[in-house]
């Protein structure tokens, strides 16, 4: 973990790079609650977590210090949790999350049907932004995980396809790049960038 002023320093650069129409979220499953004091002196105003259980623990001790974004895999068990904690939710991708998500979301899309992700596939989009209307979940845009490369250029095709996917059904949020290629998702149209590694080690 490096110093506040490190990170102050950084995420101030990346803002600066991204413009103000975007919204740096850190991410922050590597960081424990102690480290949580750091990012909070540092500046940093969004954090978003992958599991409920650590963003509950880092919320009873920081809550007034962040706003909150959930960007993990969402259990039904704990979709209350995380309504109750969180702003917003990047990762709603089920139809139990959809029932019983009561805070705004972002629709996760596994855009190359990689198995391991979870993620509604494009094809199947329409059908669930329809349930998502049906159970009144506010649905504010799309949210993807590229397939892992380590040529940022390589996620470009993802993030535009992102993009026209979320045009097409009237969607005005993308959250997309990580710390990788975050400059690539901002070039694409990114609305929210969800970085970790690159502000802190
Ligand atoms: C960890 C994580 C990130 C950030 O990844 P970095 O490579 O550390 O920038 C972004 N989004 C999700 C969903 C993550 O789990």
Not at 28 to 45: C, D, N, P
Not at 87 to 114: F, Y
Request: net charge negative.
């Amino acid at each position: 973990m490096r110093s506040a002023e490190e990170i102050r320093e950084r995420y101030e650069s990346i803002r600066e790079c991204v413009g103000p129409g975007v919204t740096v979220v850190a991410a922050t499953k590597y960081v424990s609650l102690e480290e949580m004091r750091v990012l909070a002196e540092a500046g940093i105003e969004v954090v978003g977590e992958n599991r409920a259980q650590a963003l509950a623990t880092k919320q009873a001790r920081y809550g007034a210090a962040f706003r909150w974004h959930f960007i993990g895999h969402l259990q039904s068990r704990k979709t209350a949790l995380v309504s109750e904690l969180c702003e917003l939710c990047h990762s709603l991708a089920s139809e139990s999350a959809a029932r019983q998500l009561s805070i705004p979301a972002l629709v996760e899309v596994n855009l190359a049907g990689e198995e391991t992700k979870s993620g509604i596939a494009p094809e199947e989009l329409d059908g669930f932004l329809e349930l998502c209307r049906q159970t009144g979940i506010e649905v504010r845009g799309l949210m993807t995980m590229p397939p892992l490369a380590s040529d940022p250029e390589a996620s470009r095709p993802s993030f535009r396809r992102l993009r026209e996917l979320a045009e097409r059904f009237n969607l005005p949020q993308l959250s997309m790049g990580t710390s990788q290629d975050y400059l690539v998702a901002a070039e694409e149209g990114a609305t929210f960038i969800r970085v970790g590694s690159v502000l802190w080690s």
